[in-house]
């Protein structure tokens, strides 16, 4: 049961990407919170984004707010990451997450997360 990102990329400041991860585990991911976090060279992965199980709660850190929008579509078992006015300190590596629990619990749980490999976003300036 894997984690597969994909759409990560080099684009300029201003720019916008869309990143996309699909969870091949099967009908488990519609019972799971869901989300992003990105780790840039000599940071910690931080939280970015995270919608629980139905899609009815979503969470945003403050650096992303109105920039960045999360999604899910259940029956393809997606969770997708908008991002908009890119910016260079949005340079990292992004990873797609899965919680059994709350978004809270995805985000603080990190060891109880299961995770994708991670896709590079570039942001130049």
């Known amino acids: ?21 699909v969870d091949t585990s099967g009908p488990i ?38 920039r960045f929008t999360i999604s899910r579509d259940n029956e393809k078992m997606t969770v997708d990451l908008q991002m908009d006015n890119l910016k260079v300190e949005d340079t990292a590596v992004y990873y797609c997450a899965t919680h059994p629990g709350r978004v809270s619990a995805l985000r603080s749980d990190l060891h109880d997360n299961r995770w994708g490999q991670g896709t590079q976003v570039t942001v130049s300036s």
């Open 29 to 66: 991911f519609t019972d799971r919170a869901a989300g992003w976090f990105r780790q840039a060279p000599g940071r910690e992965r931080e939280f970015v984004a995270g919608i629980t199980a139905s899609g009815g709660y979503i969470a945003y850190a403050d650096s992303v707010k109105g």
């Open 1 to 21: 049961a894997q984690l597969v990102e994909s759409g990560g990329g080099l684009v300029q400041a201003g720019g916008s990407l869309r990143l996309s991860c």
